[in-house]
């Protein structure tokens, strides 16, 4: 079963406007999201994270919400650029300790910036 | 500039042969994780390794796979015999525990292909 589930394989938002990427989860006892984007023939990079203690968390043109109730958080980039092209990936985990630990991914939305 | 090494890059191999894949993680770090990527399953964590001992290999099937950490600054992952459906993108990821952040860094993968 999927407990972390992206249903857009794929976006294509117009340069400068706003991107909106979707993820949902079915653990209740996740209460620690994460983001992370990768460019072909990459690994994944970290992007930004969120607690559940949050709702919002923004670092720069990237935003997460966090909504508990619905086990549902998004990613807003805005404005987008191109260089924001990449699969997007949401992952979770219930946080027990301090540090990394293990996660669950989603599938990934591939992000096309059209100039 | 600390990175995550793994190698080789890319393999190619006919059914039932053996593949070994290694990692070496950022030095310093505890915990190591390696996952497989696909196109239906996304991200899956195959298993993962704090101090060199393995804490979770659920989801790596038993008969084929196999992960060990020699040392501090080598994880290995071994397939044998490999079959057509191996072939994804392995990703190898490391972090610390206890740390200030739940991130884990990912190093570039290893793309296997078994025809």
């Known amino acids: 079963d999927q407990q972390v589930k992206q249903n857009s394989p794929s976006l294509s938002v117009q340069e400068g406007r706003i991107s909106i990427l979707n993820c949902d989860y079915t653990?209740?006892?996740?209460?620690?999201f994460l983001w992370y984007k990768k460019y072909p023939a990459e690994g994944p990079t970290f992007l930004i994270s969120?607690?559940?203690?949050?709702d919002k968390n923004e670092d720069g043109r990237f935003t997460v919400f966090l909504n508990k109730s619905a086990k549902h958080l998004s990613l807003h980039i805005v404005p987008s650029q191109p260089g924001d092209s990449a699969v997007y990936f949401c992952?979770?985990?219930?946080?027990?300790?301090?540090?990394?630990?293990?996660?669950?991914f989603g599938q990934g939305t591939r992000l096309t910036i059209n100039p | 500039d600390a990175r995550v090494t793994q190698t080789p890059r890319d393999k190619v191999t006919e059914m039932g042969q053996e593949v070994t894949m290694r990692c070496q993680p950022i030095l310093g770090h505890n915990t190591v994780f390696w996952y497989r990527q696909t196109m239906m399953q996304g991200l899956e964590l195959l298993a993962y390794?704090?101090?060199?001992?393995?804490?979770?290999d659920s989801g790596m099937p038993k008969d084929r796979f196999s992960a060990e950490m020699p040392d501090a600054t080598l994880a290995t992952l071994k397939i044998q015999p490999s079959e057509p459906r191996d072939s994804a993108v392995y990703f190898c990821a490391s972090g610390l525990v206890p740390g200030s952040t739940s991130q884990q860094f990912f190093g570039p993968g290893t793309r296997l292909t078994v025809l």
């Open positions: 653990n209740s006892m996740f209460d620690y």
């Open positions: 992952a979770a985990s219930a946080r027990e300790i301090q540090g990394a630990q293990k996660l669950v």
């Open positions: 390794f704090r101090n060199r001992a393995p804490l979770d």
């Open positions: 969120i607690s559940s203690i949050k």
